[in-house]
């Protein structure tokens, strides 16, 4: 926890006070340097918000400058981002221990060399972000997280997929990621972590090649527009188009 990161942070005026609560949450958070990587999920606790709040308000203090995304991302599967709170050098001071007169100094009980050392050395507690990974002696869980809502792929595509990618027409792969991360923003329930969404990403293109082939096959769908075909065979006819019985 950083003193002067919520010294500054008390003394913002966002615009809602679900932004302001967001903006304490994360400088609460803070560590060297100002900078702050707590997941949604560990906003939405500290808060008492839902994931929809936190994500509007993050928008926001982006918006006004109150935050700055460095680029960097944290995390097992480098899905968090790595904020910079802009703390001025000069703004918020930590919090220092009061002088004692020197009366009280003389008179104050001196205590063991085990205990003064023990208050020396404890580490301050720090929230723990829900990212981290769970182990129990060699073995590591690694969890899975949301998709965050300006989520983009940071992996390149395996060679297989990027062939795929190649054939789709102008446009269309910039369609099938919007409609990908607005199912996975919206899911509710377990199902909606993953581990890697890079992969899962990746698996997404290659069902919806699949879905192609088989419409092709069919006959229904053109491949080029990626819209279906203005007409399609029946079942026992020979692919040829109905003849006009107007004449």
């Known amino acids: 926890m950083s003193g002067r990161a919520t010294i500054w942070a008390s003394r913002q005026h966002p615009p809602r006070p679900a932004d302001k609560l967001v903006l304490w949450a994360m400088a609460d958070a803070a560590r060297d340097g100002l900078l702050c990587f707590a997941a949604v999920a560990t906003l939405v606790e500290f808060t008492g918000l839902d994931r ?28 968090i981002i790595v904020w910079r709170l802009p703390v001025p050098a000069n703004d918020g001071e930590a919090e220092t221990e009061p002088e004692t007169e020197p009366s009280q100094k003389r008179n104050r009980p001196k205590k063991g060399g085990k205990a003064s050392q023990k208050r020396d050395t404890e580490p301050p507690h720090e929230p723990i972000p829900s990212d981290a990974i769970a182990s129990s002696g060699r073995t590591a869980a690694v969890r899975g997280t949301r998709l965050d809502y300006d989520w983009q792929p940071t992996k390149d595509l395996p060679d297989a997929v990027q062939k795929v990618v190649d054939g789709w027409p102008p446009g269309r792969l910039q369609q099938r990621l919007d409609e990908f991360r607005d199912f996975w923003i919206s899911r509710a329930g377990k199902d909606a972590t993953k581990a890697d969404w890079d992969r899962t990403w990746w698996n997404r293109i290659r069902a919806i090649d699949e879905m192609d082939k088989r419409e ?32």
């Open 52 to 79: 929809k709040t936190v994500l509007s308000s993050l928008h926001r203090l982006k918006s006004e400058q109150l935050i700055v995304d460095t680029g960097e991302r944290r995390g097992e599967t480098r899905q």
């Open 216 to 247: 092709e096959r069919r006959g229904t769908r053109n491949r080029n527009t990626d819209r279906p075909s203005a007409w399609a065979p029946r079942p026992g006819m020979d692919g040829r188009e109905p003849i006009s019985l107007d004449d």
